[in-house]
């Protein structure tokens, strides 16, 4: 068996690695070396805000954005990245490079992960998909939070299977919220099933956890409160409520009173969500507030995002059919969006219709085995299982989403060749058994 030779004193196994890892890195230097900064920015432009702030930590110490540093409260972004990117303003290439060696080392987490239980060859099949796979080859080249968060998150997944180090597991998922504001729901669920994530629980660890578990996300609100005088980690959630869910569900409505066909009421276009949430920002009641301020996010987002947020609410208890339509229809385009936005953006390709296929094919194929892998270990063996439950936690905010797409679901990838590569060694043990 190949997996059994060795070359030298090098096994078939890192020689897989190794050259894995080098041609990566060849692959990435040649998409890096001629592009310029701007070539970096995500379509979205949300790293463009995330500079702003640098720029404003590293030469005036404060957390704003440059262009609202003596009018505004950032209350939108958390400080994380941005704090990441003040160390490489200077030379961006450097962070893009920093952002792939994590994704090599989230890729050789997953294997030595895998390996504990299947064999060599799907341990180093498992390797080289989650390596090469285009969307997060796409988002480690951009400006974003993604790549930091699926190192970090991989991280904790490594540290939550040595039972010996629950305490970085613990203060991993704590910081995590002020990377995205969205881990928020992260770390308090993971609070909630505190017991699940150690058996052992005394009272001194429970309040250690605690401790590591809310300690970021409350200084965080602190901060907000001290300058704003509201209690709120961050606007993004009020925000995210009105402009993406209660937009998609009005958008839903609206193609349901049409009757138009089916595809037409999944598929919610960018401009259909965006006319929507402009519709609804206008309804909503801001007092003496200048509507100028519904511009979101402008210099001080904090007074209108619980108006937002109420407003949204109320919608959305009006309309839970077409909340579940959107739900749903999140649910599906997270887990099997192709990326080929992303591959055209950062690689400059065009003609992708083949690329679609054999992605959405594979996703599904390794969807199918992931779900039968969870079904089967909550509802046959009757089990809460403690990565289950976390891979469940990263999900739910972003089924609020009207235009998810692959970006979003990259922090998904790892736990998807995960629980595949669970089940199809637990469907192999079977066959063996049988036999």
């Not at 995210?240 to 919610?268: P, Q």
Request: one cysteine or more; hydrophobic letters at 50%; aromatic letters at 14%.
């Amino acid at each position: 068996m190949l997996a059994n030779y060795k070359i030298g004193k090098i096994s078939f196994e890192n020689l897989v690695i190794f050259l894995s890892i080098l041609i990566f890195t060849l692959l990435i230097i040649q998409n890096i070396t001629p592009k310029n900064i701007n070539d970096f920015y995500d379509p979205a432009r949300d790293s463009v805000s995330y500079l702003s702030l640098a720029e404003t930590l590293k030469y005036n110490n404060q957390f704003v954005r440059a262009e609202f540093i003596d009018t505004g409260v950032e209350t939108i972004r958390t400080p994380i990245y941005p704090l990441f990117l003040s160390i490489f303003l200077d030379n961006l290439k450097a962070l893009i490079i920093v952002q792939n060696v994590f994704h090599v080392i989230s890729s050789i987490i997953l294997y030595s992960i895998i390996k504990k239980f299947a064999d060599i060859k799907l341990t180093l099949i498992i390797f080289i998909l989650f390596l090469f796979n285009p969307v997060l080859i796409s988002v480690n080249q951009l400006l974003i939070t993604e790549s930091l968060s699926i190192f970090l998150i991989s991280l904790s997944i490594y540290f939550l299977l040595q039972n010996n180090k629950k305490y970085i597991f613990f203060l991993i998922v704590g910081i995590l919220p002020l990377l995205r504001p969205a881990f928020v729901v992260l770390s308090l669920g993971i609070l909630l099933f505190i017991k699940l994530y150690e058996n052992k629980l005394s009272l001194k660890k429970f309040l250690i956890f605690c401790f590591l578990l809310l300690i970021p996300t409350v200084g965080w609100t602190v901060r907000n409160y001290n300058s704003t005088n509201l209690y709120l980690f961050s606007s993004l959630s009020g925000m995210n409520l009105l402009e993406e869910t209660a937009s998609g569900v009005m958008a839903i409505d609206e193609d349901l009173s049409g009757n138009k066909s089916f595809f037409e009421i999944i598929n919610i276009e960018y401009e259909e969500r965006r006319y929507w949430s402009q519709v609804l920002r206008n309804e909503v009641e801001l007092g003496n507030v200048s509507r100028v301020i519904a511009n979101a996010p402008g210099p001080n987002p904090h007074i209108v995002a619980n108006e937002y947020q109420s407003y949204a609410l109320s919608i959305l208890k009006d309309n839970i059919p077409e909340l579940f339509i959107l739900t749903s229809r999140s649910f599906i385009y997270i887990l099997l969006e192709p990326g080929d936005h992303l591959l055209k953006y950062v690689f400059n390709l065009n003609n992708l219709t083949a690329y679609k296929l054999i992605y959405t094919a594979t996703n599904l194929f390794l969807l199918i085995f992931s779900i039968k892998y969870i079904l089967k270990k909550t509802f046959i063996e009757q089990k809460l299982d403690k990565i289950i439950i976390y891979y469940l936690l990263l999900i739910f905010p972003l089924l609020l989403l009207s235009t998810p797409h692959a970006r979003f679901g990259s922090i998904l990838i790892f736990f998807h060749l995960y629980f595949f590569s669970k089940e199809f060694n637990n469907f192999k043990n079977r066959r063996k058994n049988k036999n």
